[in-house]
């Protein structure tokens, strides 16, 4: 099935950045995603957003006691931030060598492992910080946290939870909880968490900022304006809480107001660009298609490489929802050619042949390409069912459509199909 853009409210940026320790993790309303720029305007507007988090000194903290020790885990935190992996894991395993019964060390450790994509390392080394301060809010709030990447939802509850009894005023394992509790369709409960997070720490703007998506979850859409807002009179360098304030406004029909929030985020740090996507969804749902597509054509003209191949994805769904899909077909060949690891695009040009039954060979070639950059993805696994069912090779259709199944359980649609290869297929 083609990948439609979600034009939803930009998440809370959510680095752990806590005494020097950077575990770098975004929740959605979908789920948690990839972790954290390290550099670059969006790293920084992160950083900022957490600035409260980052200042607060947690229940049971204490860095490196050993002077030499103390350095090189602060060399190793600035490293961390710059995304200088190697170095950093130098520095903190020199420090953990200075000082071994401090834990200060460990969460970097686990930090570097945990952005290198191994979740088990971080929590071997967590585990060690662990026994060595059991009573750090600290601890327990990154514990929760390399639990969420290792996809132990209770686990990870039971650890923010332990955190904020060990700390009622640490904001961040508050703001975690709410996260997660949104993340797994709790929605009423994250209400309450992040309702929880803003009065122990009531200039916390990652907490407004939550509690307005977690109440436009709700279809509470004055409660999100409230919050939305709340969270921009805290955080007026950072744009996501005008952006999420601006789609607000936007499904109130309210677009004038809207779009004067888009040009205020247009002109902060890291907003130039979601903004401009923003002003496009606006401008489709006011009906100035042309005007829309003009503004996103635009976009493009001024980006390269795999930004500039995104924008192009971008312009073929909407071309899609259009009903253009010779016009769609043409800007995902275009985002190839820019990125040819540009998966949704692969994806979507391959969808777009297999219900016009055109260039199925080139079809097939690209579903099987965006299977292989992103294995996990359910809908590539849908689309190369439908390729092959449009060539007829139905068998190996009911292989991918198993898949994409056995991925998306709860996908109709899928199932559907899945249904149709198997009677096209015939008896084994």
Same mark, same amino acid.
């Given at each position: 099935m083609p990948v439609q853009a979600r034009f939803r409210s930009s998440c809370r940026p959510l680095p752990i950045a806590i005494r020097g320790a950077v575990l770098g993790l975004l929740f959605t309303a979908a789920g948690p995603a990839a972790a954290a720029p390290t550099t670059g305007p969006a790293a920084e507007a992160a950083a900022a957003q957490t600035a409260g988090d980052a200042a607060y000194t947690p229940a049971g903290s204490a860095p490196p006691a050993q002077p030499e020790a103390l350095s090189a885990w602060r060399q190793g935190s600035t490293q961390m931030a710059a995304g200088q992996l190697p170095a950093a894991e130098e520095s903190f395993a020199r420090a953990a060598r200075l000082d071994p019964k401090s834990y200060a060390p460990l969460l970097g450790l686990a930090d570097v492992a945990l952005r290198r994509g191994d979740p088990r390392r971080a929590d071997t080394l967590l585990a060690q910080a662990r026994a060595l301060a059991p009573s750090s809010a600290e601890v327990a709030a990154v514990s929760g946290r390399v639990h969420v990447v290792m996809r132990r939802v209770p686990e990870a509850e039971a650890e923010f939870r332990r955190a904020i009894e060990l700390d009622p005023r640490f904001p961040t394992p508050r703001l975690d909880l709410a996260d997660l509790l949104l993340a797994n369709g709790r929605t009423d409960d994250a209400v309450a968490a992040f309702r929880a997070a803003q009065q122990a720490a009531p200039r916390h703007g990652g907490a407004a900022f939550g509690l307005g998506r977690a109440l436009l979850a709700r279809k509470d859409l004055d409660g999100a304006r409230a919050a939305f807002e709340r969270s921009a $009179?805290?955080?007026?360098?950072?744009?996501?809480?005008?952006?999420?304030?601006?789609?607000?406004?936007?499904?109130?029909?309210?677009?004038?107001?809207?779009?004067?929030?888009?040009? +205020?985020?247009? /002109?902060?740090?890291?907003?130039?660009?979601?903004?401009?996507?923003?002003?496009?969804?606006?401008?489709?749902?006011?009906?100035?298609?042309?005007?829309?597509?003009?503004? /996103?054509?635009?976009?493009?003209?001024?980006?390269?490489?795999?930004?500039?191949?995104?924008?192009?994805?971008?312009?073929? /769904?909407?071309?899609?929802?259009? &009903?253009?899909?010779? &016009?769609?077909?043409?800007?995902? +060949?275009?985002?190839?050619?820019?990125?040819?690891?540009?998966?949704?695009?692969?994806?979507?040009? !391959?969808?777009?042949?297999? $219900?016009?039954?055109?260039?199925?060979?080139?079809?097939?070639?690209?579903?099987?390409?965006?299977?292989?950059?992103?294995?996990?993805?359910?809908?590539?696994?849908?689309?190369?069912?439908?390729?092959?069912?449009?060539?007829? &090779?139905?068998?190996?259709?009911?292989?991918?459509?198993? +898949?994409?199944? $056995?991925?998306?359980?709860?996908?109709? &649609?899928?199932?559907? +199909?899945?249904?149709?290869?198997?009677?096209? !297929?015939?008896?084994?």
């Open positions: $009179e805290l955080e007026p360098a950072l744009p996501q809480p005008r952006l999420a304030l601006a789609e607000v406004l936007a499904a109130r029909q309210s677009y004038a107001e809207a779009k004067a929030q888009i040009d +205020r985020a247009q /002109q902060l740090r890291g907003g130039a660009l979601p903004a401009r996507n923003l002003r496009v969804t606006v401008l489709l749902a006011e009906g100035r298609t042309a005007d829309a597509i003009a503004e /996103q054509q635009a976009l493009i003209a001024g980006l390269q490489g795999p930004a500039a191949a995104a924008a192009l994805v971008r312009l073929g /769904q909407i071309q899609e929802r259009l &009903e253009r899909p010779g &016009e769609a077909a043409q800007s995902y +060949r275009k985002a190839i050619e820019v990125d040819p690891g540009a998966h949704v695009a692969l994806n979507n040009a !391959a969808w777009l042949a297999a $219900e016009r039954k055109l260039n199925l060979d080139q079809a097939l070639a690209d579903a099987q390409k965006a299977v292989q950059l992103a294995p996990a993805a359910a809908s590539y696994h849908d689309t190369l069912g439908a390729v092959l069912m449009a060539r007829g &090779e139905h068998a190996k259709a009911v292989a991918a459509l198993t +898949r994409a199944a $056995e991925l998306a359980p709860q996908a109709a &649609e899928v199932r559907a +199909r899945l249904a149709k290869a198997r009677e096209l !297929a015939g008896p084994r």
